[in-house]
């Protein structure tokens, strides 16, 4: 399984782990990811309960893999650490009967929105939707909601993840996202980077891993500042 990013705040919560990492200054409270059904042993499989089984979820708040970033709704949080775990690239994900998560996989989707920004700028999100979906026939972000099919939202997750990532990097190293961009800009030398939004399609998830080494490296050589 591969690793991932949650938040960390300066208050206890109830489940909530403490951190002190003075190589990396994070310090705080953070809620550790749950694993999914197919990472528990035999005898704990179905003991958690599914996040999407709550009658006062709407589904446009609604969405989330069964183990991506389950700790990632309070966007106020600055400071973020790295932890956590996914499984390996192609797992399907699976809910407690075996099957895709919808409501799961639009929360999470309705999060990426929020900090990418999308949701601010709404007219860009049904041509970005469109292409990489191709045949799609949503005309609007409740569509998508309604209608799109798990593989379209599958598609649709994968561009706006390494962007999300990108944002939640840039938040836990305090640096500007134009620092950050210009990273990006260094990667992707036949892409304009003008904005965020010029990163999706484009980043990867790799691309980001490359950013966060950058930043940290010349954070450390004094090559660069943070803003707060």
Known sequence: MEENYVQVFDNKRDGSNYINDKKTN??????PPKLPDWALPA???????????DPQNKPEKQYQRENSQAQQSN???????KTGKQPPKGTKQMNQKGEFDRSRCLKVIGEYL??????????????????????????????IFDKATEEELRAFYGVLRPVND???ITNNYKVALSDSLRYVQILLPNVKIESLFSCFIHLTKDHVKEVATFIKE?????????IA
């Open 26 to 31: 994070v310090k705080g409270y953070w809620m």
């Open 166 to 168: 990108l944002v939640l």
């Open 75 to 81: 966007q106020n949080d600055s400071v973020l650490k």
């Open 114 to 143: 929020e900090t990418t920004g999308l949701k601010e700028q709404p007219q860009f999100i049904i041509p970005l939707f469109k292409k990489v979906t191709q045949n799609s026939t949503c005309k609007s972000l409740q569509n």
């Open 218 to 226: 010349d954070l450390q050589n004094g090559n660069l500042t943070k």
């Open 43 to 53: 005898d704990e499989k179905g003991n958690c309960r599914n996040a999407s089984q």
